[in-house]
């Protein structure tokens, strides 16, 4: 069946500017997580759903990042304002349970001119 | 805080070599460890996943071992072949509170398999 599918692939965007990245998990999956991962290290967590509902947000930096899962579905992570310090890959994931295995997307490659 | 580190950072060797790579955590009380495989450009994909209560797991010419206790976790790769070249991560999910909802990462481990 299909896995976690995430777009774009890649975005360039100045500073300053607002981006929208997204997240398909793989269907029937109610837990979410973003992770961004910059050159030469892990995954760092961002945030968590469980269902429609942010269940953990501790790891957003800021009050420029938000993320949004509306219909338990589809989620949208959210950076106004982006700075240099932004650039990174925005991973994704889901599993079918909270403490179940997660599989990933591909990432968005976000690049801060 | 947990902690997560791996070493070594890289790893070079020729093909056929059987070859560990090392992951170490801080604090033992952990819900589950996870090995990742990820190549240039792309996403992780999951290769084994140990539970707390277990001592290893195998996949094919995969062996990931965990001792909770000490805080340690080994990859046993049989008979490297350059497909096998890639980043290997390693991730533990903590038992804190709130803890089952992240996996904690090291930095990984990058594996050249050269003919």
């Known amino acids: 069946g299909a896995g976690v599918s995430q777009t774009p692939s890649n975005k360039v965007t100045e500073k300053g500017k607002y981006v929208e990245l997204r997240c398909d998990p793989i269907?029937?999956?109610?837990?979410l997580y973003w992770y961004r991962q910059s050159l030469g290290q892990g995954p760092e967590f961002l945030i968590y759903f469980q269902g429609t509902g942010a269940a953990d947000d501790s790891g957003l930096p800021n009050d420029r990042f938000f993320a949004v899962r509306p219909e338990g579905s589809v989620s949208t992570l959210k950076i106004q304002r982006t700075e240099r310090g932004d650039s990174a890959v925005y991973l994704c994931a889901s599993s079918l349970s909270r403490p179940g295995e997660q599989y990933f997307g591909p990432g968005t490659r976000l690049t801060v001119t | 805080k947990q902690e997560v580190t791996q070493i070594p950072a890289a790893l070079s060797v020729p093909e056929g070599e059987n070859l560990v790579l090392n992951c170490s955590f801080t604090d033992s009380a952990i819900y589950n460890l996870q090995w990742f495989r990820q190549d240039p450009g792309k996403g992780l994909t999951s290769l084994l996943l140990i539970q707390s209560s277990q001592r290893e797991q195998t996949s094919g010419r995969l062996n990931a071992s965990l001792d909770k206790s000490s805080g340690r976790s080994t990859l046993y790769i049989a008979a490297s072949q350059p497909g096998d070249s890639a980043t290997y991560l390693c991730a533990v999910r903590p038992r804190e509170s709130g803890g089952y909802n992240k996996l904690i990462f090291g930095a990984g481990t990058r594996l050249a398999v050269h003919p």
């Open positions: 269907s029937g999956h109610t837990a």
